[in-house]
């Protein structure tokens, strides 16, 4: 058996470019014993790492070239994001891209000005949607955003806030007059919010809960509206993209930890790698993984090309969470002879897996919601 390797599927130049350097960049910057180093530091990333990240361009990736980016779409930007899955590469960079595409969306010229110019530099953000008793529709709110003199009182809390500790900007969900808005906090105000880390499920992610009570905006900070919709409806779509890229590099990296060891363990005299059960398996996660893929490329092209993905995006979230869960677990229990779990590298891969199947909606969520459109079609 053979390790899976990398290959480029249809994309543009620009893709092909950015992968092909992406896969040498992630491979070298986040080898698996790094990743279990830097699950017991503060931030969970590495600072020198996440700087080149932006040398390179990365972090501005989507954003004009007349706010100091590059110019390109979130397509390049889920073809970054799958290498980065295949080797457990630890950096805010999903939770900014998902920002900076809320903010392009929604944003007022000012906002964007004041933002993304520090975001292509290399700035961290991230955005703050989900609450103890939330579900997966971002406009279903129980924090909220109250006029107060000459500007607005902010109360509630919000959960599982992604790199929080080390982002600049944050983009807070609120309902205002009973309508769903979102406030732009700088570093000070996410200060303010007196982030405590969570403990959660992937540990190379730091998540952390947020108060909002005491806080205060003024109206410049906020973004209502129509414009809230739009910005909540690019923040759903980003991460349901990015996620779909990354379950698919998650896949691959977990096939990788799989087939090594089954080139590796004997019993009997004989390779594991060589019975023929495992062999079935190892090709069911195989085609988990082109169909993750295909869902990914598919929906990037569509993005790239400014129609509609919502139906490409449901479809490849279903998939893409229950392969890579699939993928993880098997990639577990085939080293049941290893000793301690938490010693394979395997359960690296489950738990980003378990976290990425439920993040913005599981694959019976997205499945209810396919059919919805499908048949109102």
Same mark, same amino acid.
């Given at each position: 058996?053979?390790?899976v ?11 092909? #470019?950015?992968l092909?350097?992406?896969?040498s ?23 020198a ?8 361009? +990365? ?24 290498? #980065? ?21 929604g ?28 579900? +997966? ?13 000459a *500007?607005?009182?902010?109360s ?17 969900s ?17 200060a ?25 905006v003024?109206?410049a ?66 085609? *988990? ?13 569509? #993005?790239?090309? *400014? ?7 449901? #479809?490849?979230?279903a998939e893409?969470g ?17 000793g ?5 590298n ?24 396919? *059919? ?6």
């Amino acid at each position: 058996m053979e390790t899976v390797k990398p290959h480029l599927v249809q994309c543009t130049d620009e893709q092909a #470019m950015l992968l092909e350097s992406a896969v040498s960049f992630c491979r070298e910057q986040s080898t698996v014993a790094k990743v279990r180093q830097l699950i017991g530091s503060d931030n969970g990333f590495d600072t020198a790492v996440w700087q080149q990240i932006g040398e390179l361009g +990365w972090n501005g990736i989507a954003i004009p070239e007349s706010l100091g980016g590059s110019g390109l779409s979130l397509a390049e930007a889920i073809t970054l994001a799958e290498p #980065m899955g295949r080797h457990l590469l630890a950096t805010p960079f999903a939770s900014t891209q998902i920002f900076t595409q809320g903010l392009l969306a929604g944003g007022s010229a000012t906002q964007q000005q004041a933002v993304l110019p520090r975001i292509s530099q290399g700035a961290a953000a991230s955005v703050a949607l989900f609450e103890d008793e939330g579900d +997966w529709d971002l406009t279903h709110l129980s924090a909220s955003a109250s006029a107060r003199g000459a *500007g607005f009182a902010l109360s509630g809390s919000k959960t599982l806030v992604l790199d929080a500790a080390v982002a600049q900007a944050l983009l807070v969900s609120v309902s205002l007059d009973g309508q769903p808005a979102l406030v732009l906090l700088d570093a000070a105000g996410i200060a303010a919010c007196r982030p405590v880390r969570e403990t959660i499920i992937d540990e190379t992610r730091r998540a952390y809960r947020l108060t909002l009570d005491g806080v205060t905006v003024d109206e410049a900070a906020l973004i209502r509206g129509d414009k809230a919709l739009a910005a909540l409806a690019a923040i759903r779509r980003s991460a349901l993209a990015l996620h779909i890229a990354e379950a698919a590099g998650g896949i691959a990296g977990a096939l990788d930890v799989m087939v090594d060891y089954l080139n590796t363990r004997t019993t009997f005299g004989r390779k594991i790698g060589s019975y023929q059960s495992l062999k079935h398996t190892c090709a069911q996660i195989l085609i *988990g993984l082109e169909r993750t893929r295909s869902h990914a490329y598919h929906v990037a092209t569509l #993005m790239a090309r *400014g129609e509609d993905a919502e139906v490409a995006l449901h #479809m490849g979230k279903a998939e893409a969470g229950d392969s890579f869960v699939f993928a993880g677990d098997r990639a577990v229990q085939f080293h049941g002879g290893f000793g301690f779990t938490y010693d394979c590298n395997a359960q690296l891969f489950l738990r980003r897996a378990i976290w990425v199947q439920q993040a913005f909606g599981d694959a019976g969520h997205h499945r209810r919601r396919l *059919g919805e459109i499908l048949l109102a079609a």
